[in-house]
């Protein structure tokens, strides 16, 4: 696996807020829609559930952990052979910035490093191969606050991303 790149996450149920959040802890969970783009093959979009953890250390800057599996496949086309993708696991570690908007909006980034594991299985014909790999990750997102506990989220979110993939 050398790019899966998250397009749509949404639901987190947080503890943040986003002022004042030097000591605060936040867990949550996302769906998302992955996007895996490799040349020469149409674009798969399996979709994973992923759980996040998250500890602001100062205000505005968090240190995240994120743990997701896969929860459906997507099937391409690969010169005649259904070829059926799914995101087995992933880890990561990143950064996080958040700047509040106003008391409800904030937008933030997030570096880090990440590790997936994908499975390619030929529909049909008993073949199946993993493939697992890990590098930068980097991404961007709006958040939404409804009260002290609970906001939601959208974000792109490219995890793993390598030159011979696009």
Known sequence: MKRIAIALLATLAST??????AGETYIGGQFAQVTYDEDGFSEAEPTALIGRLGYFFADHFAMETRLGFGLGDDSIDANGYDIDLEVDSLIGFY???NLPLND???VYALAGLTRGELTAEAD???????ADDSG???GAGVQARFNHSVSAHVEYMSYLDESDYS
């Open 16 to 21: 943040t807020t986003l002022a004042d959040t």
């Open 124 to 130: 049909g014909y008993g073949v199946s191969v993993t």
């Open 95 to 97: 950064g996080l910035g």
């Open 136 to 138: 930068f990750s980097y």
């Open 104 to 106: 409800m909006f904030s």
